[in-house]
């Protein structure tokens, strides 16, 4: 079974002195993830959004 | 389109879990190493960051291939969509190595073998990209960086064994290697899990990405009908 490696929420925010190093590098790997995602659904949203005003069109003009 | 539309929630969901269980993993119950102390959880991004900077440019040096001798379009959006989510892992993993690094060597950066070869391919990457936006042809941006691409692809065998050759600051490699991991078990095992759940991530960012392209290329096409029936 794993054992937590912090007796307190403090010591797992202090870290031995390197919190501001851990979290930095995993707070940017969370960020970049979620802008990833967030472009993402975006563009695709985008591309089916003017899919079908394009469609509208073409059917119109048939 | 059909499978997309059934991978895309599976991959989200498996994709989301996993990372939120590696991030627990990874920053609670993994241990601290005996050396570098707790500056050593950043393994659990850095190299999963790695692995898929790697894999995305394989992934992109085959759709080129493919692209380049079967003129499959398909392997061209895969490779497209391979180079917008590499080139964010690249600088990801670029920026954690340098915050593992200023605690850990004293340096934010140094001009060793692997990190430089790393850098390298994050500007192969910018290339690509670059090359592909300039151009007003599509399938003339395509052939171009494609075979930018190829040639490119020259720095993974460099990047892996740049820890070899050129053995300074970087540390060599300590999961995949002759006689199997240097890692304890209590390390390897969340590193491997982070580097599953990364990929599943890169899974799904891909097949989001494609669906997105070929939406775009339908609507070129449709673009251009319409163009064609106002003449």
Redesign the interface.
């Known amino acids: 079974m794993?054992?937590?490696?912090?007796k307190t929420f403090q010591e797992?925010l202090y870290?031995?002195n390197?919190?501001p190093?851990?979290f930095?590098?995993?707070g940017?790997?969370?960020i970049?993830?979620m802008?990833?995602?967030f472009l993402?659904?975006k563009?695709?949203k985008?591309?089916?959004k003017?899919?079908q005003i394009?469609?509208a069109?073409?059917n119109e003009?048939n | 389109m059909r499978f997309s539309k059934v991978a895309i929630p599976i991959f989200a969901i498996l994709a989301f879990l996993s990372?939120v269980f590696g991030?627990i993993?990874s920053?609670?119950?993994?241990?601290?190493d005996y050396q570098q102390?707790?500056?050593a959880?950043?393994i659990f991004?850095?190299v999963p960051?790695a692995w898929v900077a790697v894999g995305a440019y394989s992934t992109m040096a085959l759709g080129s291939l493919v692209f380049l001798v079967w003129r499959h379009n398909l392997a061209d959006l895969a490779a497209k969509a391979a180079a917008q989510?590499g080139v964010?892992?690249t600088?990801?993993c670029l920026?954690?190595g340098s915050?593992?690094g200023?605690?850990t060597w004293g340096t934010w950066w140094e001009w060793d073998g692997r990190l430089t070869s790393v850098l390298v391919l994050f500007f192969l990457y910018l290339g690509y990209l670059a090359l592909r936006a300039a151009m007003n042809d599509d399938q003339k941006g395509a052939k171009a960086a494609a075979i930018l691409c190829l040639v490119g692809s020259i720095n993974i065998p460099i990047i892996r064994y740049s820890v070899v050759w050129w053995n300074t600051l970087h540390q060599p490699a300590a999961v995949i290697r002759k006689g199997g991991s240097s890692l304890h078990a209590d390390i390897l095992n969340p590193l491997l899990f982070m580097g599953f759940a990364f990929m599943l991530?890169f899974g799904?960012?891909m097949l989001?990405?494609m669906?997105?392209?070929i939406?775009?290329r339908?609507?070129k096409n449709?673009?251009a009908?319409?163009a064609g029936?106002g003449q």
């Open positions: 794993m054992q937590p490696q912090f797992f870290m031995d390197y919190g190093y851990v930095t590098a995993f940017i790997a969370v970049c993830k802008i990833l995602l993402a659904i563009s695709e985008k591309a089916q003017q899919s394009l469609e069109i073409l003009k | 990372l991030y993993w920053l609670v119950y993994a241990p601290a102390s707790q500056t959880r950043i991004i850095h960051s989510i964010v892992f600088a990801l920026i954690t915050i593992w200023r605690p991530f799904l960012l989001i990405k669906r997105a392209l939406i775009e339908k609507n449709i673009e009908k319409i029936m």
